[in-house]
């Protein structure tokens, strides 16, 4: 049976150049996805099959274009020869299509398992960055936690007004702030750099070694008084408060010291005991002195009637009653300043200028005998009238004591100082300042006392300071002294401002 | 996995110089000449059968949900087409010698059945069309590699 060979030539031989060309540039692109992916065994398999197809599609092709030459060309018997060879060719390609093939699922597994563990690689990969990131986000709010605590306990050191101050296990003081400087006189090199032992700065060494061993069989002490000495020599009382710190991260075992300065403290607490007991005092005098007035005041009448009717013929009479009138009247100045101590004796008060009434003292008293070589210095308070509510009488009396006074220690030679000022607590000062030879400290405490005195006898009553104080704090003010031995005496009186118009603020 | 890709590589190609020298094999068994076609025809039925894998292989991995594998499981179909077609003519042709086949110009081609079966003629001419499908095979998968290639640089 004839057929048309044409169609047969034109498919076998355009498809065979169909197949050389297309798998070709399969080729290129399986190549061009292995090296866009050079990890994915599955594309490696692709660029495998491709090239399998490759060499299937060139073997074939050229054994069938030469097949159809040879035929064509009558040499039959040349393509007999060669047929088989391009045959097998074939065979082989096609064993190495199948082979590579058969390897797919495997490839496709074998890529499944590197992207499930890339995925998890890039799973932890994440985890690992994000908790990172939140560790890194961690330490800076820690860090700034820490250092806003660190300068909060640092401000609490160095502002704090007690002493903050730190040992060693072995008592050497490594830490002191600010505060603790002027408290202990030492300053922060001798004791931190030096390494300076804490009992040193304890006045009494068996104090040291007493509160020592209380803290060691304790481990702390609470509010413990005891006295501590500067490099001077002067003493001051503190209250001391230890805990021990056995530290943290490997510090080594601390001793924190907490110490109150309390010399103020104390020193309020001995003169409103002395306030007290001159209150007591007063009540008492003014009880004394109330019950002895009146008598007096009847002795005294009866002996001024019996002078009257003593004549002058009779000296001896005479002068015993004129001296026992003359130690009346000495009594009854004792019960008036006594009474006047007491507040007893009932004066009007009003406004009281006090510049005037300085002014006034100073005049009067410029020819008293024991201040007539006396400098006097005079410094008013020039702005304004300084106004207190109160007795000009008892004020005056008040300027008049301490004038004495400072006269006598000065032993009618040197300089009195008086100044009147204001101060921004609406109050007026008066200093009467000397100097002379100073208050002992033995008497320092006992010159307010009723009766003190350090005149000979009969030469004063002991009563012109208790006096003095007794007017100026019922007067709501304060009467302080200040003196040294060969520096001179200050004594200050602080009233309170009655302001420019009188009345008291 | 290369390695075993290797070792098989090997062994093709040993077999493959074996081809195009032969000689006695004294020592061994000897074969008849029916034995190429059976070989080649193996070879047809193994490509095949791992094209049948591959279309297999793609949809027991859901990767036909992807234009590109689809395109590669076409191509698969094709050549298994491809491959029975051959087959066909291969057993026709060299095996059973149902058609004899003589070229007698450029225009002309005589095709004798065995049996006088002008079907049979009919058949074995359409046959020898076989690149009609191993060329669509082999675009397809050219088709499919275009694809995944765009797919991935998209």
New interface residues.
């Given amino acids: ?9 034109a ?2 031989v ?3 150049f ?2 050389i060309i ?2 070709t ?2 080729l290129h ?2 190549k ?2 292995r090296e ?2 050079p990890a994915n ?1 599955v594309y490696l398999y ?1 660029m ?1 099959i ?1 090239s399998g ?1 490759t060499i299937f ?1 060139f073997s074939r092709s050229f054994g069938h274009i030469l097949k159809q030459l040879l ?2 060309s009558s040499n039959n018997e040349i393509w007999h020869i060669i047929g ?2 391009s ?6 390609s ?15 597994n ?1 890529n ?1 398992k590197i992207i499930n563990s890339r995925k998890a690689l890039e799973k932890t990969h994440l985890k690992l960055v994000h908790l990172n990131q939140n560790l890194e986000q961690q330490v800076i709010e820690r860090t700034e936690m820490l250092t806003t605590s660190e300068h909060k306990c640092r401000r609490i050191f160095e502002q704090s007004l007690d002493t903050i101050l730190v040992t060693d296990c072995q008592w050497k003081i490594i830490e002191i702030n600010p505060a603790g400087i002027p408290m202990t006189g030492y300053t922060k090199e001798e004791m931190v750099t030096g390494e300076m032992h804490i009992k040193m700065l304890f006045d009494d060494g068996r104090e040291w070694e007493r509160i020592q061993g209380h803290i060691n069989a304790h481990e702390f002490i609470l509010n413990e008084e005891t006295a501590f000495v500067r490099p001077n020599g002067e003493t001051l009382l503190v209250m001391i408060t230890c805990g021990v710190d056995y530290g943290a991260f490997g510090c080594a075992k601390t001793y924190h010291f907490i110490i109150k300065d309390i010399n103020e403290k104390k020193m309020m607490e001995k003169q409103m005991a002395q306030a007290e007991k001159l209150a007591a005092l007063g009540e008492l005098s003014a009880g004394v002195a109330h019950e002895i007035n009146n008598p007096l005041g009847i002795i005294l009448g009866y002996t001024q009637l019996l002078l009257k009717q003593e004549s002058e013929n009779s000296p001896t009479n005479h002068d015993d009653l004129k001296i026992i009138e003359k130690h009346v009247h000495a009594c009854r100045n004792v019960v008036s300043d006594l009474l006047t101590f007491s507040r007893k004796n009932s004066m009007d008060d009003g406004r009281v200028n006090l510049n005037q009434v300085v002014d006034d003292v100073v005049k009067f008293l410029i020819n008293h005998p024991d201040l007539r070589q006396i400098e006097m210095n005079l410094n008013l308070w020039p702005d304004q009238p300084l106004f207190v509510t109160g007795n000009e009488q008892e004020l005056r009396q008040v300027m008049i004591n301490l004038m004495i006074n400072a006269g006598y220690a000065l032993e009618k030679r040197g300089t009195i100082t008086i100044t009147t000022t204001q101060n921004n607590h609406n109050q007026v000062l008066i200093a009467v300042k000397d100097n002379g030879p100073g208050i002992s400290q033995e008497n320092m405490e006992k010159i307010f006392n009723p009766f003190f005195t350090t005149k000979p006898v009969g030469k004063g009553t002991g009563l012109g300071l208790s006096v003095s104080y007794g007017i100026i704090s019922n007067h709501g003010g304060d009467i302080t002294v200040e003196s040294s031995p060969g520096k001179g005496t200050i004594f200050t009186i602080v009233l309170p401002s009655a302001g420019e118009d009188g009345d008291r603020i | ?1 290369k390695q ?2 290797l070792q ?2 090997a062994l ?1 190609f040993t ?2 110089v074996g ?2 020298i032969p000689d006695l094999a004294h020592a061994t068994q000897m074969h008849s000449g029916s034995e ?1 076609i059976i ?2 025809q193996l ?2 039925l ?2 095949l ?3 049948v ?2 279309i297999l ?1 793609i949809n ?2 859901g ?1 036909d949900r992807e234009r590109g594998w689809r395109l590669i499981q076409y191509s698969a179909l094709f050549f298994i087409l491809w491959n029975l077609v051959a087959l066909a003519v291969h057993f026709l042709d060299n095996q059973v010698a149902a058609v004899d086949v003589t ?11 065995a049996n006088n079966s ?1 079907t049979l ?1 009919n058949f074995y ?1 359409i046959l ?2 076989d ?2 499908l ?2 669509p095979a ?2 397809f ?2 088709r499919g ?2 694809t ?2 765009a797919e ?2 998209g």
């Fill in positions: 049976m004839i057929f048309s060979y044409i169609p047969i030539l498919v076998d355009l498809g065979s169909a197949m297309i798998s540039i399969s692109k399986a061009m996805l866009k992916h065994v692709l495998w491709g197809f599609a035929i064509l088989p060879y045959g097998t060719i074939n065979t082989v096609f064993m190495l299509v199948g082979l590579i093939t058969l390897f797919f699922k495997q490839s496709w074998m499944r | 996995m075993t890709v098989y590589l093709s077999a493959f081809t195009l190429g070989v080649h070879g047809h193994f490509f059968l791992s094209m894998t591959l292989t027991g991995q990767l070229t007698l110009s450029v225009w002309k081609i005589r095709i004798d059945p002008r003629a001419y020898k069309l690149h009609l191993c060329v082999i675009a998968f050219y590699l275009s995944l290639l991935e640089e």
